[in-house]
């Protein structure tokens, strides 16, 4: 922002306080000299028809405070759009940028006469709703460290638990890219020393990190779309491969409304059933969300995929006859 237009706001400001103003206590606000003051309101008037008068009583003031600077071209609904998007954020994501999008988006709003604000407030309040369900403890000093890693390509080491095996660890972390998978899945994306290969770590996993000054050159045959689109879910590991899996008819609808995957092709059966066919790397994922579908899915291929959810059903069968 030019020091003249940070002036200017300043200036708004001030005129909509309930303080008297005169060209010496704006200048002494602004620390300029009463000229360059002048000189300030001048331009508000003659530039953007600004309704300002001086008298004595009352010094400079707006005859109409409904008018806005125009320092912003922003519409109604683009203030809404941005107020449903900071909700939905971090509704979804957490709270990492939770303070800074209420601020900037109070601040926007005083380019808005205030009835239409408090409208758009109280419909995004109570007329729109966003729910995520199980909600994350995102850490918003992890996140902007994190963040700051990325920027300036410099490794963190951090202390990292494992949900998976119950257990922590000290990691050290070449953070590439940084992912929000499906909304409240927080992700960090990069090449774990200890592993020596491109890895995914939850970032409300992370119970301590420190940005090291050492740097680092991501590797040249990372692309991240390519990864990105390769994975199901969020399982980065293995090598590509095909995958079939037969939906009956009765499920079919459900995986016809959406797109799993960047290489899903739909197989169309006349009974109404589907076959879903897609190249994805791992499978773990893969095996929990098909069982989610319950009989209505049948994985044919590859083989690994079908042995992993025969041997989970076959724990599970034995597991429930041996409660009963």
Not at 129 to 140: E, H, I, K, T, Y
Not at 235 to 259: C, H, K, L, M, N
């Amino acid at each position: 922002m030019s020091r003249h237009l940070e002036r200017l706001l300043q200036i708004d400001a001030l005129l909509r306080s309930k303080q008297r103003q005169t060209a010496d206590s704006l200048a002494q606000a602004l620390e300029v000299s009463e000229r360059t003051a002048r000189s300030d309101i001048a331009f508000l008037r003659d530039r953007y028809h600004a309704p300002i008068e001086f008298d004595k009583q009352r010094g400079y003031y707006y005859t109409d405070l409904e008018w806005r600077l125009p320092t912003i071209s922003l519409s109604t609904g683009e203030l809404f759009a941005l107020t449903i998007g900071a909700r939905m954020l971090e509704a979804y994501s957490g709270s990492a940028y939770a303070l800074e999008l209420r601020s900037a988006i109070t601040r926007l709003s005083e380019r808005l006469p205030e009835a239409s604000w408090v409208d758009l407030q109280q419909l995004a309040e109570e007329r729109i709703l966003f729910r995520s369900g199980a909600q994350v403890d995102l850490n918003p000093e992890v996140w902007h460290t994190l963040e700051d890693a990325c920027r300036m390509q410099k490794s963190v080491q951090m202390h990292y638990y494992t949900a998976s095996r119950n257990i922590a660890s000290d990691r050290k972390l070449d953070p590439y890219l940084l992912h929000i998978y499906r909304g409240t899945n927080p992700y960090v994306i990069g090449y774990c020393h200890q592993r020596q290969e491109i890895r995914w770590f939850r970032v409300d996993r992370i119970k301590e990190l420190q940005l090291l000054e050492e740097t680092f050159v991501p590797d040249p045959t990372f692309d991240a779309k390519d990864h990105l689109e390769m994975i199901f879910q969020h399982e980065a590991g293995g090598v590509p491969q095909p995958v079939s899996i037969w939906f009956d008819a009765p499920t079919a609808p459900y995986v016809r409304e959406r797109r799993w995957h960047p290489t899903q092709e739909l197989e169309e059966h006349l009974d109404g059933s589907v076959t879903l066919h897609m190249v994805v790397r791992g499978l773990n994922d893969l095996k929990r969300w098909v069982m989610g579908y319950g009989k209505g899915a049948i994985v044919r291929e590859p083989p690994e995929l079908v042995e992993m959810v025969r041997d989970e059903a076959q724990t599970m069968t034995r597991l429930y006859r041996e409660d009963v």
